[in-house]
């Protein structure tokens, strides 16, 4: 037999037609899915306003209790260098019994007790001591209160000890000084707005890209339309890809809507890399990520299923990818399993590229390791959807 010409264009035109038609159809059905839509909506919106305004990882006016034994000048003193906005005087107490209560009800998170004769003896060289408890019930906030409170103290003690001897600032060119002097790179005002937007819209990005695909394969074994789809023309990479196509369409137009419609406006996020390879490397990730969800969706029932194997699936990566906490301060055997984790690759590309201004020519190898877990997880989905209905 003669081949027909024009065969294999023809062929190739009439696979992608049915695979934008399929497209087409899955977004029409997620459209209609109103909670689903509502939430993606808030996720992208509303969450990150809410993220970027309201968490804050860093020291912000913690409540400092006071009792001054002494009411001298460097007492006073002292005191005024605790201020915003790491600290926020909640007065003083007279007694330091009431201190310790007003500790223990939670309304001040440092107590800061001056002895008597503190003036005294600064000025004449004898040693002293303040007291500063803090309740580290909030870990990580107390650590920070009891930090920057030694600093706050032991530069005044450096301050008074160049007093005896002579001015701070114009002091004798024999005696040696030593400043510190820190030069902020990618966030100079260390503005923690940007941080933590950014940290939101990609653990929005990861879980749809899990959710939403496997929402969908699911969507037809509930509604009995699966069986339809694998008796029609459609093979069975057809039937996958037109989910994750059309949900990683959603995806980049919801990442557009937050970052071009919340993160910049309001917060001031900045782009100092190409954009286009950021929505480039983003569909990458998310494709990457439907893999999970979509392995996941071959072993479940109903959407109730679906959403528990997300969750099993998506919060290891959220709390062990790099986002809660640096990889650095992982245990090996964490930082070894999570290699595995396509997040871990994205965290380093999202902020390069957004913050950094970095290309391919530095991220080159996250995004060919994201590659290829994207190809196997993408394979194993496909292999998955294929041995269930053989």
Known sequence: ???????????????????????????????RD???????????????????????????EANLLVHDADHSISSRELIHRFQAPFFRLNGQVLDSREGLRRLDRGTAVAFLEIPPRFHEQLMTGEPTAVQLLVDTTNSANGLSVASYAGRIVARFGQESAFDRG?????????????????????????????????????RQITIFALLLPAAALVREKERGT???????????????????????????????????????????????????????????????????????????????????????????????????????????SVRAVMALSPLRYFIDIANGILLKGTGLNILW?????????????????????????Q
């Open 34 to 60: 109103v909670p689903i839509v509502a939430f993606l909506v808030y996720s992208f919106t509303l969450a990150i306003y809410i993220t970027g305004n309201g968490i804050r990882s860093q020291l912000h």
């Open 365 to 389: 190898d996250s995004v060919l390791a994201m590659a290829a877990l994207g190809a196997s997880l993408f394979g194993f989905g496909l292999w998955r959807f294929r041995r269930q209905f």
């Open 166 to 202: 002579g001015s701070f600032g114009d002091s004798s060119p024999d005696l040696p000084l030593i400043t510190s002097d820190h030069r902020v790179w990618y966030n100079p005002d260390q503005n923690e707005a940007w941080f933590e937007c950014i940290s939101h819209l990609l």
């Open 226 to 332: 699966v069986e339809q789809l694998l008796v029609s023309p459609l093979s069975p990479f057809q039937i996958m890809a037109s989910k994750v196509l059309a949900m990683t369409l959603v995806i980049l137009g919801a990442t557009a809507v937050g970052l071009f419609g919340v993160m910049q406006p309001v917060f001031g996020v900045p782009i100092k890399g190409n954009i286009w390879l950021f929505f480039t490397l983003t569909a990458l990730f998310v494709v990457t990520t439907a893999g999970m969800g979509l392995a996941a969706a071959t072993l479940a029932r109903n959407q109730g299923q679906v959403g528990m194997m997300t969750l099993l699936v998506a919060a290891p990566m959220l709390m062990l990818s790099g986002i809660t906490a640096p990889m650095e301060a992982m245990p090996a």
């Open 1 to 31: 037999m003669k081949a027909v010409p024009g065969a294999g264009s023809q062929r190739a035109v009439i696979w992608w037609r049915r695979l934008i038609v399929m497209t087409r159809k899955e977004m029409l059905q997620l459209f």
